[in-house]
């Protein structure tokens, strides 16, 4: 019974989403006040319905309810609750009512916190969120639907992929999806904007908050999907430009351009067009992801296996999305045209030397990604795009921004002078070159890896605290006045400070772990010792035992026992495993791993050879591979700082705006 309620209040959301898609916009375009009233309710209404479907189908894998089709591909009752949970959006169907909730969510935020906004653009910007909402709830009830009863249950079901029962990936599908679909709110404030022929400062504080909400859940999924691929698949990397990893990260960079580019529409009223197209590109290359993620045109271990004609539809719905508004943009951006203007030498060029090159990044992942797609359909040849071509034509890109990114950062509005801004950071630039001279001495070999990536860290990180220092007047004026100008910093000051160091971080990790990692590779027995020498120590592996067939809650393993040992002294117990899942006929392999700010020694066990009398291992040393993940969590948190800004909540502004009621208080003298 609760999942047919919860397929009937999928339908009511999506009889909802027609009203809210339809009502709204004639009354913005015919001024009708009562008619426009009607998308706040509408939309509230819409997610406590969807909501309500989301928490039946959850409520379905929890009990594990196998009359239900996606219960019994996806589940079995042996699984640990958190992954009969996570059960309900590690699939295709499941998945998609995710997303559909989440948009849901998003519009219902809108409603509630945007009370201030102009009635007509916030009736028009739930509209087109609804609009959005109608496409995928026909999506998911005709092709997609997650209530479908089986009219003789199995006792049980055939389980849920291995690699996704992990905690990281219990979490990281939400995570994304959050980033994925909070970018609509974006688009849905632009095609408001040009439906208005509007766009002003204003415009720009609204939209803002919604992008860094949406970039800020964005950062954290990649980066719990990067951990999860570093940890679970045994291969010891971090990143490997993998489809549908791009279709996560193009939205992304895109996301990080528009939210630099509405900063100079908020302080100068300029590059709105191009703010307006960003905010379209952000949300459409997350409909591409959708897409890559779902039509089966692709092979990977993150897609959803699907049943290609399901492919057509998603394309359909975006060529609609994507070709409607890039049409409303081009007939409506003539009306857009800018007001401030700005020398070569300004902040407002340093953002758009930052807008350039990340969306000429994302051009050349795109290219990259479908490429292989676009060489079988028109010329029938299968190619294969890999790292070395995207670590070639990508990472100039992100080196040259990072060498703008400070220098930027400390240019004034309007028109500037070079050497003047210059001046603060010649002191950093002779620090970071000397800490990149010293990292060449010291390492073995000419390789330049290490030392250019340590000095563009030391550039970025070192040039983030002099932005804050100039900021505050450092040297310039007394400490105590210093200090309280630091108090009174605003929080997206000290959100730009944590996230643009938190690039740096993560530009050390990067080279660190390429340019210092050791390996080996060898047939160890139990009693074994071996060494693996890393940038800073030799470490020693002591294989102490091993134990076959051990169980798990859904599984059995054979696991190692192994002691990484220096100078004698034991630093860590590591048990690595090669578990196989029963009900899926599938092995998986668990890395260990003994982490450190320095130093991470990843071990992993593989099958037994039977000719050597002993298991494949492979043994690493990952130099400050941590710093990747602590770079990532610091750009995360910047966002977080910049949203709690209070210049960025909408309702912040009414709320001063808003007069007193009642008497007032007499003045205490009176008193």
Known sequence: MTAELGH???????????VQMIIPMIGAQKNWRNWMDVAVPAALSQFVLTGFAFAALMYAFAVSDFSLQLVVTNSHSTKPMLYKLAGTWGNHEGSMLLWVTILALFGALVALFGRNLPPALRARVLSTQAAIGVAFYAFLLFTSNPFIRLAFPPFDGQGMN????????????????????????????AVAALIEGRVDAAWARWVRPWTLAAWMFLTIGI??????SYYELGWGGWWFWDPVENASFMPWLIATALLHSAIVVEKRESLRTWTILLAILAFSFSLIGTFIVRSGVITSVHAFATDPSRGVFILAILSVAIGGSLTLFAVRAGTLKSKGLFGIVSRESGLVLNNVLLVVATFVVFVGTIWPLVSEAAFGRKLSVGAPFFDLAFTPFMVILALALPLGALLPWKRANLRRGMRPLWGVAALSLALGALVLVMQTGMRMLAPVGLALAAWLVLGALVDTAQRVKLGKVALGETLRRLKNLPRADYGKLVAHAGMGVIFFGISAVTAWQSEVIRVAKPGDIFSISGPLATYQIRFDRVRENVRGPNYFSTMGDFSVLKDGQVLARLHPEKRLYPVAGMPTTEAAISAGLTHDVYL?????????????????????????????????????????????RVAAGAARRRPLRGPKTPPAEVI
């Open 162 to 189: 291995p690699l996704l029962q992990d905690p990281g990936l219990a979490f990281h599908p939400p995570f994304l999806y959050l980033g994925y679909v909070g970018l609509s709110t974006a688009f849905s404030f």
């Open 8 to 18: 009937f209040s999928l339908i009511l959301a999506f009889m909802v989403a027609i």
């Open 604 to 648: 992993v066990i593989g099958d037994k050879q039977k000719n050597a009398n002993g298991y494949a291992v492979r043994a690493y040393v990952k130099p400050f591979a941590t710093s990747l993940w602590i770079g990532a969590l610091m750009l995360a948190f910047g966002g977080l700082l910049s949203l709690t800004d209070r210049r960025y």
């Open 223 to 228: 980066a719990m999907g990067s951990w999860w």
